[in-house]
């Protein structure tokens, strides 16, 4: 049996998340998972770098999954992306050591979150930017989220729902970027907490639009308590950009710098 490493990106707008669920099909799992079995012949099962929750889009979420099957790289991404609806395409596929696992293998993970900053929306972006109306000072929300950098318990970021046995992750980089309408919200860390993304977002946004004093961000992460922050921000400005792995082995690096929307 062979394993193989794939980046698959999609547009999660149509889809309730990346985990396949017993009641609901229309997951993106689901619909990977049955075109690679077609395209195998034989039933796969994949692993995810990290799952994303509806609505959330990906530029490069990587699989792995185990087959018996003998098919070119060609066959593997042309044959299976001619089964897949078209919000989802397979970028590349590798074949890896048995040792590489697509979730605990990561060492870091980056998402971007992207806001249209105008009092009114974007037809043309509907669904994969999230607008904020409100004015937003980008150097208070700068000051505030330097507070989030290094290892720390983000308790306060955490939904109610997340299986975590720890709230500790180590945020590595956070940018702020402001172009015309758009802001760019880019954050790069080991693992994130269920929600932790959006809810930091949502608190964000907040000192943004009421100029709150930064060193507030401080005291919301030491209380550790989920109602010290702001509200969970929507999932259509959230894209799960990917995640990176050990030199070793030899796998593409998520495609950071890619622009994903225009400059509106």
């Known amino acids: 049996m062979k394993r ?3 980046s698959i ?3 999660g707008t149509n889809y309730s998340g990346w985990q396949k669920q017993k009641k609901n099909i229309d997951t993106v799992q ?4 049955n075109a690679f079995s077609s395209i195998a012949n034989e039933k796969i099962k994949i692993i995810c770098s990290g799952r994303t929750d509806a609505g959330v889009h990906a530029i490069s979420q990587v699989i792995h999954f185990d087959t018996n099957a003998k098919r070119s790289k060609k066959s593997w991404v042309e044959g299976t992306n001619s089964l897949l609806p078209n919000d989802i395409s397979i970028n590349w596929i590798k074949s890896v050591d048995n040792k590489f696992n697509a979730r605990f293998s990561a060492v870091n993970r980056t998402y971007k979150y992207i806001v249209f900053n105008k009092t009114s929306g974007s037809i043309i972006h509907s669904n994969r930017v999230t607008l904020v109306k409100e004015k937003l000072d980008i150097d208070t929300m700068v000051k505030a989220s330097r507070f ?3 290892e720390k318990d983000f308790s306060s970021f955490r939904a109610s729902g997340c299986q975590s046995k720890t709230p500790m992750r180590n945020v590595r980089e956070i940018k702020i970027t402001k172009k015309k309408n758009t802001i760019t919200f880019e954050i790069s860390a080991n ?3 269920f929600n932790m993304v959006r809810i930091i977002m949502g608190t964000l946004i907040n000192f943004g639009a009421n100029n709150l004093d930064p060193m507030l961000m401080k005291e ?8 010290e922050a702001s509200k969970t921000l929507d999932s259509s400005g959230l894209y799960f950009i ?4 050990p030199e070793v082995f030899k796998l593409p690096r998520p495609p950071i710098k890619r622009q994903i929307v225009p400059y509106i």
Do not use: T
């Not at 990917?242 to 792995?245: H, L, M, T, V």
């Open 4 to 6: 193989f490493a794939a």
């Open 242 to 245: 990917g995640p990176e792995y």
């Open 9 to 11: 990106e999609y547009y």
């Open 191 to 193: 693992a994130f907490l």
């Open 30 to 33: 689901e619909k990977v998972e």
């Open 148 to 150: 989030l950098l290094g």
């Open 220 to 227: 919301i992460l030491d209380s550790k308590d989920r109602k």
